[in-house]
Every structure is written in C-alpha cells, then in structure tokens.
C-alpha cells in the first residue's frame, strides 16, 4: 500500500517548472498591485473607465499585496491562492458589468488563476494528493 507522503514529492524538474508557471503570475500581479498603490496614472484611468472612484485604487493595490504576501509564503500559499482567486473573481464580474471583450479582459483573470494554481499544484505535493480521484 502506497503512503500519502510518497505522493507529496516534487521533481526538482516538476518545482521548477511550478515556479516559473507560477511567477509570471506573480509577476503580473505584483506589477499591478503596485501600480496600485503607487496610484500611477493607467491604474487610475482603468479604474474609473470600469465604472470605480480613484479613491478605491489604493485599497485595491493594498489588498492584492497582501493576497499575494500570503501566496508567496510556502507555509500559507494554498490560502494565498484561495483569496487570489477570490479577488480575481470580482475582476472577472466587474469586467462582465461593463461588457469587456470576453477572451482579452473577461477571462484575463482565470489565466492568472490557471496560472497560479497550476504553479501550485506543481509545487506542493499535498494538492497533487487532494486531486487525486478516491478510490471508495
């Protein structure tokens, strides 16, 4: 009989493909939260274009650092993810209230949590253990 743990280990090929799948997401959202919070003038504009004070662009940045602070900590990084998809799902639904372009700006924020989760997934073995099909 195979033990859980034997099925939580990683490749050294298998992590770092997880890290690079996973940091050009990071990279994207770290960009972005920080164009945030430094209220540069294309967050600004984007922002208002969607339909929200300039006053929210800051809080937005704010809180998606923090989202990803908390994926990038190994021993927090499935939460990290969990709240990313969750602030990436209002991007979705704002983008579906102004009726954006469906493949360029409606579905931007599932590739970023495609992206994140299939880092993860290659990274962490204990996910690789949950997607696994139950055999009772």
């Known amino acids: 009989m195979q033990s859980v743990l034997d099925d939580t ?4 090929a298998t992590l770092w493909t997880g890290r690079v799948i996973g940091g050009v997401a990071v990279l994207f959202l770290a960009v972005d939260s920080l164009v945030k919070v430094l209220k540069l003038a294309p ?16 809080p937005l940045g704010i809180l998606q ?3 990803l602070i908390v994926y990038l900590i190994p021993r927090t990084s499935i939460l990290g993810a ?23 700006h ?9 992206l994140l989760w ?18 009772s």
Request: glycine share 10%.
């Open 9 to 12: 280990r990683t490749s050294k």
């Open 82 to 104: 969990i709240l990313l998809t969750g602030y990436l799902g209002g991007a979705i639904a704002t983008h579906v209230r102004v009726d954006s372009p469906l493949f360029t």
């Open 65 to 67: 650092l923090a989202c």
């Open 118 to 135: 299939g880092g993860l997934f290659l990274i962490d073995g204990r996910l690789r253990v949950l997607a696994q099909p139950r055999t």
């Open 106 to 114: 409606v579905l931007f924020p599932v590739y970023v949590a495609v």
């Open 43 to 58: 967050a600004v504009e984007a922002t208002t274009q969607l339909g929200y004070a300039d006053s929210v662009v800051v």
